[in-house]
Each structure stands twice: as structure tokens, then as C-alpha cells.
């Protein structure tokens, strides 16, 4: 069935240092990979997204890497700032689709 | 362009009562996909609307549903509401069907069942 699973839960980092997270899925057919930035009382915000065409993509400090073979994608923070501190989503399209979440990463930027 | 809006934003219900929200999608878009966020469960996926037809649903009981009009606003009912209820309520718009789309939250209706 539709399954994406985030690790780790809870990622403490020191500003300036990167963050990496790592999203698995389970369908091979998965083919749209978006991310998403919660920050505290707020919309969850598309950051970043990588079509299953493509092995990486970069937009300024995040970038996103796809191992279709592994069925694994992972978010790349570099040089950590606090206003980088939230929760932060990934997702896979389904074949009937849709977007399945994962339950989310708490990241955490200590100054 | 304006975002996607939800009102209210925020609803006090108690148990066995019914609830309407609506979402208001960006300019454009067709496609409007509801979701259920509670503390540690991420986002689950409730129904789908384009065009006026429900294409997806999540796996959540028929007490959930929803609808879409001509001008794609979408409203979702919940009724007999329970306290598991409570939650923060997304939708999302798309240009074309979501899960291939680019989504774009609204703000959320926070639901709180007492």
C-alpha cells in the first residue's frame, strides 16, 4: 500500500552545519517527490519538489536527491540558519494520483 | 495572485454536532485535496475534488465528506462529530490533479471537539 516514512523524527543541528533527511516509499510506480516546510502556526510551504526523471536538484541552500532503485529521496540543508527550524514533510505520488506524507521531521537549528 | 484561503479559522464543536468548512483554491486551480493533521500523524489524506467530481478519497469514515462548486471552492462536512475529530484541517490546491501538481496549502481550519 501507499507508505512514506521519514527518519529521524527529530534532527538537532548547529546553525551552519547541514541537516540531511531521508524519506523511504514503497510503491516503484512513484514518480512526483515535493517537500514541505511547516513552520509553528503555519501552512505547510512547497520548498522543493523532484520528478522521478532526475537524480538531484538544487535551489540555493536545499537541495533534494532521488535513489529510485532504493526508493528513497532525501532533503539537503546546508549551512543551517534558526529561520531553517520546522517541521518538514515529504511526500510520494501514488498511482491512483495522490500524494501519501510522511509524518513529518522536526528540525531543529541551535545558534 | 491571492493564496488559498479556509474559513473559519478556527471552530469550537461538541460531540454529535456537525461541521461545514470551506476552502477557497487559488485562481485557476481546479483541483482541491482535503487533509486531517494531528500531533505526530502528518498529514492524512481525506478526498480529492476536481471539476466538480470527487476523483480520491482517503480511508476515513463516510461521516467525512465533501463537495466542490462550478467556480472550484469546496466545502468538507464532518458529521456526528466525534472528540478523535479534533485536528487541524488543510486543503490544497493544484492546477491539475494533485498528486502530480504542485499543492499549495491554505492556512487551516483548527477543529476542536469538545
Known amino acids: 500500500g501507499e507508505n512514506v516514512e521519514q527518519h529521524p523524527s527529530t534532527l538537532s543541528v548547529q546553525e551552519g552545519d547541514s541537516a540531511v533527511i531521508k524519506c523511504t516509499y514503497s510503491d516503484s510506480a512513484s514518480n512526483y517527490f515535493p517537500w514541505y516546510k511547516q513552520e509553528l502556526g503555519k501552512r505547510p510551504q512547497l520548498i522543493i519538489d523532484i520528478r522521478s526523471n532526475v537524480g538531484e536538484k538544487k535551489d540555493q541552500r536545499i537541495a533534494v536527491t532521488l535513489n529510485k532503485t532504493a526508493k528513497h529521496f532525501s532533503l539537503h540543508i546546508t549551512e543551517t540558519q534558526p529561520e531553517d527550524s520546522a517541521v518538514y514533510f515529504c511526500?510520494?505520488?501514488?498511482?491512483?494520483?495522490?500524494?501519501?506524507f510522511g509524518k513529518g521531521n522536526q528540525v531543529v537549528v541551535i545558534p | 495572485k491571492a493564496g488559498v484561503t479556509q474559513t473559519p479559522r478556527y471552530l469550537i464543536k461538541t460531540r454529535g454536532q456537525q461541521v461545514t468548512l470551506s476552502c477557497s483554491p487559488i485562481?485557476?486551480?481546479?483541483?482541491v485535496s482535503w487533509y486531517q493533521q494531528t500531533p505526530g500523524q502528518g498529514l492524512q489524506f481525506l478526498f480529492e475534488?476536481?471539476?466538480?467530481?470527487?476523483?480520491n478519497k482517503g480511508n476515513f469514515p463516510g461521516r467525512f465528506s465533501g463537495r466542490q462548486f462550478s467556480n472550484s471552492r469546496s466545502e468538507m462536512n464532518v458529521s456526528t462529530l466525534e472528540l478523535g475529530d479534533s485536528a487541524l484541517y488543510l486543503c490544497a490546491s493544484s492546477l491539475g490533479l494533485g498528486g502530480g501538481s504542485e499543492q499549495y496549502f491554505g492556512p487551516g481550519t483548527r477543529l476542536t471537539v469538545t
Open positions: 485562481s485557476g486551480h481546479r483541483s
Open positions: 475534488y476536481f471539476s466538480e467530481t470527487q476523483r
Open positions: 511526500a510520494a505520488r501514488y498511482g491512483n494520483n495522490r500524494l501519501a
